[in-house]
């Protein structure tokens, strides 16, 4: 008897042992699928700054591209303003200044290269002023009710390289 007693102890204390062993390797099983899972959301988040990144850093040089040769046009733009100037008293009926038509040529092919890199002309007289866009130099007695707040001569002319304000128009408002 006492023998199988210890049988029944040797078999206790075996079967004590293992369920210990499979506990212990539970436990590192858990851990270690804690910690998987915490690498692949470490991971994931990673993978989502860089896409994040790549994402960002692609529309930036798409921005700089559109934008790279915006210190260039604006130098050029008081270039356009004295042409414009040019033509506006060339075309007066009360001078006898001449825009040659070689002249116009240039201005017209100036207008068009400068078009095609993304350059438009704010349209600024008769609209309704806004700051955003306008910067006001004076404000006049308008001529009627209906020029009220709107811009009544432009100054200096406006413009937009690829949708993006590189100059405000200098403009004369109602009141």
Known sequence: MAKQEKQKKATKEKESKESKEIRELQEALEETQVELDEAKDKYLRLF???ENYKKRNTKERIELMKTAAQDTIVAIL????????AKKSAEDENTEEVFSEGVKLVYEKLYKVLGGKGLKTMDTDGEVFDPELH???TEI???DDSMKGKIVDTVEKGYFLNDKIIRFAKVVVGK
């Open 48 to 50: 989502a700054e860089f």
């Open 78 to 85: 008081p270039v356009l303003d004295d042409f414009d100037r």
């Open 135 to 137: 910067e006001a130099i």
């Open 141 to 143: 007695p308008a001529a």
